[in-house]
Nanobody, 113 residues
Framework: QVQLQESGPGLVKPSQTLYPTCTVS??????????WNWVRQSPGKGLEWRGA???????FYSPSLKSRTSISRDTFKNQFSLQLSSVTPEDTAVYYC?????WGQGTQVTVSS
């Protein structure tokens, strides 16, 4: 059973970088080809896909945030992380890590001074 658990800073100031991390259990990230995704939901908006890192290490990003987004992984810790730089209050959202139909519970990140 794949389980994903997000952890994050909670509160980030404008212009800083937010960096939630997803810890995966029950499955090794490099095993078989999958996309490990970051999805967010802002207040009053639908789900937005932000990007992914594949099992082979390749990255895929949403064009709208590509210049500010980086996704990396730590195969030793079986984690993958999102870095979103130069944040604004519009980046306030619940951030989810997913793999197919497997989702974490989400971590609330608020951008505020």
């Amino acid at each position: 059973q794949v389980q994903l658990q997000e952890s994050g800073p909670g509160l980030v100031k404008p212009s800083q970088t937010l960096y939630p991390t997803c810890t995966v259990s029950g499955y090794s990230i490099p095993t078989t080809y999958h996309w490990w995704n970051w999805v967010r939901q802002s207040p009053g908006k639908g789900l937005e896909w932000r990007g992914a890192i594949a099992s082979d290490g390749r990255n895929f990003y949403s064009p709208s945030l590509k210049s500010r987004t980086s996704i990396s992984r730590d195969t030793f810790k079986n984690q993958f992380s999102l870095q979103l730089s130069s944040v604004t209050p519009e980046d306030t959202a619940v951030y989810y890590c997913t793999r197919g139909n497997y989702w974490g519970q989400g971590t609330q990140v608020t951008v505020s001074s």
